[in-house]
């Protein structure tokens, strides 16, 4: 059983560029979660997407971030127009669907770097 | 806002010791989470809890929710150099499904 698959690994962008990271969830999983971590902060919660729809982005910055999970194809956590502030770990995780547990299952992460 | 605490932020031990992390809040989560996270790896579940009270042993490892449910401890026994890392505990507030992490106790095992 494959686990979340996330990638780039690691993605170096220079200010200005647009940053597009991709998260395939486990199989049977149709729930997908994005969080950041900044460099020696914890992680923080971004937003929240079922397929073709966004359940929660209460985390997510006003401008500039955008997070999608079409029908086919992953989810993708796009930022435009990055800045240096932006660099830190962006981890996607899913889960089964809505039941008491939500247990989350998390990917290795995209380390994004903005020179 | 909900806040988890936890603490000790750093904790350095020999092998062979008895640990306790601990997990604070003063908001009522309807489930939480514990994980263990390796440098440049992604956050591994551990266990989730959900009722108050409930305890949940994973081999050396026991896991205990409040009555309440807004705070949770993690307790290592005879630890090995292999539980070296960050724990993070993480829960999810009534209604929602965003986890809510701790800050982190960073675990190191002296052989």
């Known amino acids: 059983n494959a686990g979340v698959m996330q990638n780039p690994r690691h993605l170096v962008r220079r200010r200005g560029q647009e940053a597009r990271l991709r998260c395939s969830p486990m199989k049977g999983h149709s729930h997908v979660y994005w969080y950041r971590q900044l460099p020696e902060e914890g992680l923080k919660f971004m937003v929240y997407l079922q397929k073709e729809n966004i359940i929660d982005e209460s985390g997510m910055p006003k401008e500039r971030f955008s997070a999608e999970f079409p029908k086919e194809g992953p989810s993708i956590l796009r930022i435009q127009q990055v800045v240096r502030g932006d660099s830190a770990a962006y981890f996607c995780?899913?889960?089964?669907?809505?039941?008491?547990?939500?247990?989350?299952?998390f990917g290795p992460g995209t380390r994004l770097t903005v020179l | 806002t909900q806040l988890l605490e936890q603490s000790p932020q750093f904790l350095s031990i020999q092998e062979g010791e008895n640990l306790t992390v601990y997990c604070n809040s003063s908001s009522v989560f309807s489930s939480l989470q514990w994980y263990r996270q390796e440098p440049g790896e992604g956050p591994v579940l551990l266990v989730t809890?959900?009722?108050?009270?409930e305890v949940k042993k994973l081999k050396r490892l026991t896991f205990q929710f409040g009555d309440a449910r807004k705070d949770s401890s993690l307790h290592i026994t005879a630890a090995q150099t292999g539980d070296t890392g960050l724990y993070l505990c993480?829960?999810?507030?009534?209604?929602?499904?965003?986890?809510?992490f701790g800050s982190g106790t960073r675990l190191q095992v002296q052989p």
């Open positions: 809890v959900v009722t108050g009270g």
């Open positions: 995780a899913s889960s089964p669907g809505a039941g008491a547990y939500n247990e989350q299952f």
């Open positions: 993480a829960g999810a507030g009534t209604g929602r499904r965003a986890l809510t």
